[in-house]
């Protein structure tokens, strides 16, 4: 009877410990996500390169990307009223915390 009992214990704490070391909290595995906001104070569209995706944005208008922390590149080329050449920024950006990209 005694084996028995000790047996059982043994397996109970056992069997416990494992479940409470296989338990995690949802939120650990979420990356935090922070907003880059890409804004265009000329009349003219913009093209508008970051993290792979790429989208045409109006004059006065603003584009918003979700993305996780990490440094990102992007670049911005005018599309149209210029008179010779297009104006065309690039750059990188750590992001740490909210932003937002200016231009032209």
Do not use: H
């Not at 494992?18 to 906001?37: A, G, H, M």
């Not at 004059?59 to 440094?71: P, W």
């Amino acid at each position: 009877m005694k084996r028995y009992l000790s047996i059982f214990l043994v397996s109970f704490f056992l069997a416990l410990s494992v479940s409470f070391v296989s338990c995690k909290k949802d939120n650990e595995d979420l990356t935090p996500r922070y907003e880059l906001r890409f804004t265009n104070t000329s009349n003219n569209p913009y093209l508008i390169e970051v993290d792979g995706n790429s989208s045409t944005i109006l004059g006065k208008t603003f584009k918003n990307y979700s993305l996780e922390k990490g440094t990102y590149a992007w670049k911005i080329s005018q599309q149209s009223g210029y008179l010779l050449f297009p104006t065309i920024q690039e750059g990188t950006i750590n992001l740490d915390r909210d932003k937002e990209v200016v231009f032209p």
